[in-house]
């Protein structure tokens, strides 16, 4: 199923370096975090060079990779997960030690504390060396780093699998014309190790031959749309349009929008979805306009034990994301510039919620869920609660 | 019923100049247009500059007075409409002729074309002063103009009125709390005259005492809310916060905002809403967590020949708005930076409509109208047309 570029293109010298992959840079497979060709230093993509520069940055040990992780260098939680595992890895190469394994999960999980899976593949790597000798520690933890983000790109590239028949299904009702998908913010590859939530059954879709064009809302304050995923679009290929975050409930008006599909923060047993602010609007304006909106929801973002969502946390974040704007001058220098007036709050809540009824279905490594407690535990028996435990609506 | 500064604020030497007004700019009472000392000379406020600068310009002539339109110096329908009638009036005193009077409205209606007011203002103009003879054309222009002006004024001081009785009402339900207002894009004085439209009742709220804090949504991707109404509301003392277009539903989710109150471009004969983009998801937000949605339209903005929203033409603006960001360095330099990748699309809609059932009122000149032509018609039965002509909703 998976398309032939991805099964071998080991082609040129780095391949094996970047391991194969699907989502391409300038025609070259990439993931977002890899090996260096040493065999032991960690390569990520620096995320907040883009989307003016392309750079590769090599982490050399675990404070280099607890600041790419601080600075946002690498950002997405499934990511997160990812370069966290390597920086125990690069800690336990240079001093295997217990306090040295200590040290390292204690600078590495104080990053950013809201990150569900930091924490988790801190314990998973912990658990897997703790027991073993010094010397086989250090091999090990790359082993299980490795591991981890493997997994994360199988998981995206089945949640493509289960969207793209989504999308099929809307390509044969318009034939000839290009499916419309609107997406919010950045679920894209950048946000994982590989394929991206939100972006894997696109990114399948058009490599399948299923004509897609993607409305890619800017998503301020931190602009991940306009910066990140137009980005991943434009290298991989595929046709996409940046629009204001303002302009997708008109786009949905004039029935220029097919289906929605969007990423999650943190998803809650009975389906309702925390997603980068503004996510709601759009799901508000799919419903009025009879336009299926969906969440693609690796079963790691699901939390089993939340129900209600008005328990979940909205992390404000500092106001200087709203007030200053980074870009590329006519010059081509980067600058950070100021768009209010001195005198003038700001408030930034990174995060809202959709209430399940304004979710269409919930697509996840799995298959896909209608937004309901019932639904979902259906596919995660091993993971649901007792109904028990469900919170106000 | 004016607060006291407004009846009597003569105490400085140029405020003769300025005339009496409303809002304020660092304490002093200001209009978005006015004559210069000199007597003939037009001053208006560079909108452009804002809020990074406060620059007065000088418009000696027809041809600045319709770059000053073109460049988007003054923008605003009711703002265009007096800057028009003034470069009729600037036309008329260097050349009283006929030909020169045609070749100003020839000039002057080119400016803008979708402006509803700039036509009629210069309709007015002309019908005001082609009778007369030459000698006497350029005085009765400039009181036609500042006739213009002061009618607009006063429009909107009414619209005050009656949204601050809503204020007042809303005000009375959390005794030592703020009115949250949310409003959307700038329809404040800088649009108008003075006052403003939707930022008339603000005002006049804050002038009588009412608590009140305005959300501000930053409005991509002229950002007229976090440059102009912003400013604005700091200039005059107004408590304000900025957020992105993306927060607004979360704030109305977590009970932050009391009720919305915006502008619009056009409103058909049935109540449905032309506003900048962005205000439709608003509107829906609203709805569903039952916050009450206030449009402020002074009659010049219906359009009584149209009632179907889906005929309101939305007019497509240049990519470059949304790739191109302008802002202040923190150097202290005006600089453009752009936010998007080079190999990206761009569509920038600049308008949405919000159809008449998500409005809960429409604020006039003459007082409140629910969204409905009956509403409308019964405020203003002279201009409602027959109900033959509704078309599609």
């Known amino acids: ?9 080991n082609g040129r010298g780095k391949a094996a370096i970047r391991r194969t992959s699907s989502v391409k840079v300038n025609g070259v497979p990439f993931r977002s975090i890899f090996l260096d060709e040493d065999g032991w230093s960690v390569r990520i993509v620096d995320q907040t060079a883009l989307p003016h520069e392309f750079l590769v940055s090599r982490l050399t040990d675990v404070a280099a990779a607890a600041r790419a992780i601080m600075e946002m260098k690498v950002r997405g939680a499934p990511l997160i997960g990812a370069t966290a595992a390597y920086g ?9 030690g217990d306090a040295s394994l200590a040290r390292a999960r204690v600078l590495l999980d104080s990053t950013r504390p809201t990150a569900v899976n930091l924490r988790w593949a801190l314990d998973r790597v912990s658990a897997q060396v703790s027991h073993l000798p010094e010397s086989e520690r250090a091999s090990e933890a790359y082993r299980a780093a490795a591991a981890i ?4 790109v199988e998981r995206n590239r089945q949640i493509g699998e289960h969207g793209l028949g989504l ?3 809307l390509a044969s009702r318009k034939p000839g014309d290009a499916v419309e998908i609107l997406t919010h913010c950045n679920a894209g590859w950048l946000a994982t ?7 894997a059954p696109i990114y399948l879709a058009h490599d399948a031959g299923v004509s897609v064009h993607v409305w890619v809302d800017e998503t301020r304050p931190r602009n991940q749309g306009a910066s990140l995923t137009a980005w991943e679009l434009a290298e991989h290929g595929v046709p996409h349009t940046v629009v204001v975050d303002n302009a997708g409930g008109h786009l949905m008006q004039r029935g220029q929008v097919d289906v929605c599909i969007v990423g999650t923060d943190r998803t809650t047993a009975a389906g309702h979805v925390a997603n980068k602010v503004g996510t709601y609007l759009k799901a508000l304006a799919a419903r009025d306009n009879h336009i299926p909106f969906y969440v693609a929801a690796p079963s790691s ?8 969502w008005r328990e979940i946390p909205i992390e404000e974040r500092p106001g ?3 007030a200053r704007v980074r870009g590329r001058t006519d010059h081509g220098r980067i600058e950070t510039v100021t768009v209010i007036p001195p005198g003038s709050q700001v408030a ?5 919620v959709t209430p399940a009824e304004l979710v269409t279905g919930i697509i996840t490594e799995r298959g896909i869920a209608t937004a309901s407690r019932e639904a979902l535990a259906r596919l995660f028996p091993e993971k649901a609660t007792p109904r028990g435990t469900e919170g106000s609506a």
């Open 149 to 152: 983000a493997d997994e994360d």
């Open 348 to 352: 930034n809540p990174a995060f809202d």
């Open 88 to 96: 125990l890895a690069l800690a336990l190469r240079a001093d295997p």
């Open 1 to 9: 199923m998976l398309p032939r570029r991805h099964r071998d293109r």
């Open 301 to 308: 973002s699901i939390d089993w034990g939340l129900t209600g």
């Open 193 to 199: 190790v590989d394929w991206g939530t939100a972006t």
């Open 320 to 322: 200087a994301e709203v």
């Open 167 to 169: 999308i099929r299904d």
